[in-house]
């Protein structure tokens, strides 16, 4: 009984209590739901129900059990285009309810099973030009898949870019009345935004008097219900089409790292009102548990959305609880009001996207200035993944900035890691220099190793060695404080083969600063038998705590022969 009690008051500490701006700020995430989520259901192709659905089941289950309170998990422009392009690579119609119950439920077991072996670290190795040119595509993907509903044209074209193109190429062939529509749409938006307290409301005012208007004109544009309708019931149970799973596993992946990498800038962009640290790991799972129960609910996959946190944050949440209410007061008003959903016109909804997608463009201004002044190797990542997202279906881009994130760290170790010398002043003190380019006999050289000891940073180091010819007497005392506990095998190979070079020709290699666990594997490879003993001077608490050690070690050495140097 006692930890039963126990477990409750964790519970209800976790969980806490709502406050009375929780309720205006579900309410108005809630009602938001309703375009945006039906919005991006649509530019995917998939029923714009799902899309609607995806903001009750996942909304509520996700922010009951996440660890970054304020974040509202549902479906979003990125989730909703890489889900179809996974679906439409399996060859699998995506308004068939258990293709899309299977692969929610799939990329929640993918999310889960990363938060459970605390995968979170992962989104760290994603670099930030990768994903600017991958959320920049994604917007651009966005604008184009709402063309036809904002102009009546159907841009043609084998990829995003082209249908752009196209679509201003016969701007002759746009049905007057719905971009009219989609134009009075956008301006109302940018009335309402411009009154303060409007604001975090203007999407949702747009939507309301823009759609009264049509309906008092009778103005003849497609309507949401001449796409779907919209059931005055919650959503039912979805039983996932098991016979699909081998054409979705690596799809499920692809949506999952989509959904997570979107999420895993809620976190420092939203932190928690009550003080409490975030887990990304904890907000892996949350997602996970999302997905699971939505998708056997008819909702689309699901993760931490930055826009509908950020309305929610907007509008005064204060708690979890504000995206717990959005989902019960969006599934009350799909109850309740569902026939008033289906009068949306299309036009609006592709103004309201059109508006999404432009702030997104809008709100990356800063990160794509950034890396085009950072280096020409970012902005070329950025260019390549922005291109491979309106080119390639986004599974294949998503591997792609996988590799190119690779492959940037890669280019950046290798660039970083280097050897400095360290000299002894007159008064004692150590100073950085350059390494000298060759040893000199029977004198004590001090280099210090900075790197992560990563293949393709070896021969820039192994180029700043100096040079063992002639190095008679001569005492390279070799500081690898940074050298991680377990190097790549080719740092070991180095250290031995140059260890073997100075023995050669009568000079010696100390290692200074080595940590325990590299001083157990330079023993199991043989290292340890080159450098002889003393040959490894352990790390201590101090910054350069060994060096007085090796260089007493070196002073040893060379008095075996004549009198010790001063070191250089």
Known sequence: MRTHALTTIRVRRRLGRPVPADLGSGAVTGLFSIPEGMAYAAIAGFNPVAGLYAGVVPAIVGSLSSRSVLMVTTLTSAIALTSQSVLSEAGLDPKVAGNVALLSVMVGAVMLLMGMLRLGAVMSFVSNAVMTGFSTGIALQIITGVLKDATGYQPQGHNKLHQLADWLWHIGDWELAATLT???????????????????????????????????????????????????????????????VPDLAWGAVSVALVALAQAAGIAPS????????????????????????GGLFQALPSGGSMSRTGVAVSAGARTRWAGVISGVFLALVVLLCGSLAERIPMPVIGGLILVVGGELVWGRRHDIVLVLRTSWVSAGAMVLTFLATTQLPLQQAIVLGAVVSLLLYCAQAARQAKLVALVRRDDGRWETARPPAALTPGRITVLDYAGSSLFAELPRVESQLPAPDGARGAVLILVVRALPDVPSSAMLKLLDRYAGQLADRGGRLILCGVQPPLVRLLHRSGIAGRLGDGGIVPATRELFGGLDTALAEAHRTIDVGRDGPRPE
């Open 270 to 293: 939203m932190p928690n009102p009550d003080g409490t640290r975030s887990d990304i790991n904890g907000d892996f799972r949350s997602q996970g548990y999302a997905n699971l129960a």
């Open 182 to 244: 989609a134009l009075a749409t956008v301006a109302v938006w940018a009335l309402a935004r411009a009154v303060r307290r409007l604001e975090p409301v203007a999407l949702l005012i747009a939507m309301v008097l823009v759609s009264l208007v049509v309906a008092v004109f009778s103005t003849d544009v497609e309507m949401v219900r001449d796409i779907a309708s919209i059931p005055g019931s919650l959503p039912s149970f979805s039983a996932p089409d098991l016979s699909a």
